[in-house]
Structure formats: structure tokens, C-alpha cells
């Protein structure tokens, strides 16, 4: 509002400064015209006779000059009235309002005027004798009135046509900024969908850059969702052909490692093979539940309100006897509140039990494998008035920096996790599984210190 007003003030002067140069040159004109006229009189009546002869000057001047304005004024070098002139009639005995000032700067010989607040300029021009001196002042008063009208008139046309400019300017933005930034938020929908690997048409109708963009765009979508449908459809028919004869496999290393008493070398051998099948028969389980992810939606996923303190402690006592293996502690911290049945604050999240029981025990199980013996693995439960926070860490080796970007996507396993067996699929079916509950999973760890990953959900 401030600097709307100092554009308004900045405005009104400018056209006062440039009107008044106008209306500058007009008087300035019309004096030199006078001034001819009065130097005329001059010409004709040089003579040195004294005051007489001044009087008669002055009268003639006065005669000739007498319409060339409101008030015609004729002084001498010391500044005092020799004649006037109103309105077209001669004044003998007239005592007007004099501006000295504008009087001793026409003496000196330049151009001067004032102009007062009832919008009266009094404009006073230097006439000179024979001799070029500065013998007389010759000041005519003209009612400018008209000119402030004219620029009230100009400062209206301005203002209105200023406004209803900005007004303009104003809608056509608003209507640019509609069809620019509508389709331009359309398309970032849709990248943010396609990051979620939610894939949708993308259409604008428009001839435009835009409606291009969106066009690839839709083309890219369409082509990534077939990409990616046909790599799942893949991952899970390789998966279900391979888990018949992986049963075989195993059943057949089953009954040669355990049918070998005699020699030592085969039987390292058979369970060797025991132990890799079994591998491979985790993997393809995970491959299976990550396909079985892929093709059921969230709301197909049976959900009902589980007590997360009372989960949480089946799945760490579960764990325990895995734990001992190494020699390694589980610490359940629950919810601190009122106790009330069997010592546990109920807090409720609205999930699949058996899911999220898999997803805990999966992280339990990831602590316990990458944890060197007599370690201790803690699991915090949190809550907050809209969120379950549940935190598993434990002392391992830990994850570096620049890889814990990468931790949950599918398959990738960081570099040291060469230390225990893995597929690399195990925290990125977490993440799916807890995704699918619109929760989120976090993993905080530095090398040599241990991990902590943290599983939030929103809270029934």
C-alpha cells in the first residue's frame, strides 16, 4: 500500500513538472512578445527628459499592453510600480500585491514568476533601454485555473486508465497463470505418481509445448508400467517353476547328508548343498511375497486394530532362541503410561499382524545376523498422538553412509554384508510391507557402531 502511494505521489509530480514546462514556455513566450512591444514604445520616445517623458512611456506601454492579461504591471530599476493595468482598464491609484522577489530576479535580468494558491502566476520579464540596462520590469498576472483543471482531467484519464489496465493485467495473469501453472501441476502429479510407480494416463488438451510433454510423458508411463508389469510377472513365474524342483533338490540333499555316517568330505558336501537350498528357498518365498505385494492392493490386505506393545513382545520372544545362537540379548523397552492389563499401554495400529509380525521379525532377524557375539539388540516402542514409533538397534557392523540411500531397494545388499548369508530383499520387503499400512521406515547407522532402523505407522 505504501509503495502504491509513493507511485501515485511520484506520478502527480511528474505531471506537474512536465505541464508547468509547457505552460513555462507559453508565458515565456508571450513575454518576449510583450517585451518587443514595450521596446517599441522605447524606440519611439528615446529622448533624456526625465520623469515626464518615463510617464508618458509608461502610459503608452500600458495602452498597448493592457489586455495582455489578468494584471499588467510596469516597474522601474529601484523596484517601484509605475503603472497598471486591470482587467484592460488603467489603474492610476491601484496598490496590488507585489513579489519583490520575482521583481529583483527580472532586474538581474533573467525570467521569473510565482504562482499562488488561488492559482493566479504572476510572470515578470526585464526590459531594457537603449543603453542595455535593465531599465524596466514588465509583469503580466494570467488566471491559470484552466490549466489545473486540464491536469485534473489528465491526472482522471490517467488514473482510470491506469487502473483499469492494472485490472486488466491483473486478469490476463490470473488467466496465464490458470493455463499455465494447471497443466504444469498436472504433470508434476503425475511424475510424483510414477516415482510410486503409480502409473496413469497423462492427458492435456493443448497443441502447446505442454500437451508434448504430456504426451511423452504418457508415452514413458505406459511403457514403464508394461516394463515393470513384465519383470513382476517374470520374478513370479520363475519363481513358482523353480520352487518344485529347489523341494526336490533339498529333500534329496536332506536324505544324502543324513544317510552319510562314513565320509566326513561328502557329508561337509551334503550340507553344503542342505544349507544352499535352504538359501534358495528363502529367496524365492521373498520373491513370492514381493509378487503377491505387486499384484494385491492395500485395500485388499485383511486389516483390523492390533495392539503393537503385546506384537512387538511375541516377535521379540520368538527371536530369542536365534539370539542365544550368539550369545546375544533382546531388550524389549515398551510404552511408558498407565499399566493396565498385563503391564502394557495400549496403543492400536491398524494393521496385517501377521505382516507386520513378518516385517519386525525380519529386522530382529537382520540385527541378530549382523551382530558379532555378546552384543546387545534393543527394541523401543514410541507413540505420539497420531504415530507408533518402533525402533530396533543393535551394535553390528553397520551400514556406511553413502549406501543407506540404497539399503531398501530390492536385491541391493551394502558391501560389507558379505559377513552373513542375505538375498538382499529382506529390508525392502519391510518397507513394502509397512508402505502398504501408510507407514514409513527409516535406517539410521555408521559403520562399526550398529544400526537402527525405525518403523513409524500411523496410530488407530
Sequence with gaps: M??????????????????????????????????LSFREVLAQHRSSSGEPQTKEIVRLALEKLKASGKEVRIYDSSKQLLG????????????????????????????????????LLYFATPIQNQFYENAYVYE??????????????????????????????????????????????????ATQSFSKQEFRRVHLNRKDELGMLAEGLDQM??????????????????????????????????????????????????????????RLTRLINELLLLSRFDKTGSSELEVEKTEMNALIQQVATNMEAKAKEKEISITVKQVDGEPSDENLTKVYANVNPMLISHAIANL??????????????????EHTSSEVIVKIGDQGIG??????????????????????NGSGLGLSICKEIVERFNGYIDVESELGQGTTVTIVLPRA
Design 2 to 35: 505504501l509503495s502504491f502511494g509513493i507511485i501515485i505521489f511520484a506520478v502527480n509530480k511528474a505531471i506537474d513538472y512536465y505541464s508547468f514546462i509547457t505552460i513555462e514556455k507559453q508565458m515565456m513566450e508571450k513575454a518576449d512578445l510583450s517585451e
Design 84 to 119: 497598471l493595468a486591470v482587467n484592460g482598464i488603467i489603474i492610476n491609484d491601484g496598490k496590488p500585491h507585489i513579489f519583490e522577489k520575482n521583481i529583483e530576479k527580472a532586474l538581474s535580468g533573467s525570467y521569473a514568476y510565482t504562482v499562488t494558491d488561488d492559482h
Design 140 to 189: 503580466f498576472v494570467e488566471d491559470i485555473s484552466y490549466f489545473y483543471a486540464i491536469m485534473d482531467q489528465i491526472r482522471y484519464v490517467l488514473f482510470a486508465g491506469a487502473g483499469g489496465f492494472i485490472v486488466l493485467i491483473t486478469l490476463a495473469s490470473l488467466w496465464i497463470a490458470r493455463n499455465t501453472t494447471k497443466p504444469i501441476k498436472v504433470l508434476l502429479d
Design 221 to 278: 508411463g505406459q511403457q514403464l508400467h508394461n516394463y515393470i508389469q513384465y519383470q513382476k510377472q517374470f520374478v513370479s513365474n520363475v519363481s513358482h517353476e523353480l520352487k518344485t524342483p529347489l523341494s526336490a533338490i533339498r529333500g534329496f540333499s536332506q536324505y544324502l547328508y543324513e544317510g552319510e555316517n562314513e565320509n566326513e568330505e561328502l557329508q561337509k558336501i551334503y550340507a553344503h548343498l542342505l544349507q544352499e537350498s535352504d
Design 364 to 381: 530382529m532377524d537382520n540385527a541378530i545376523k549382523y551382530s558379532g557375539r555378546h552384543s546387545k539388540i534393543e527394541v523401543q516402542m
Design 399 to 420: 551400514i556406511a553412509g553413502d549406501e543407506l540411500e540404497r539399503v531398501q531397494e530390492r536385491f541391493y545388499r551394502a558391501k560389507n554384508a558379505s559377513t552373513a
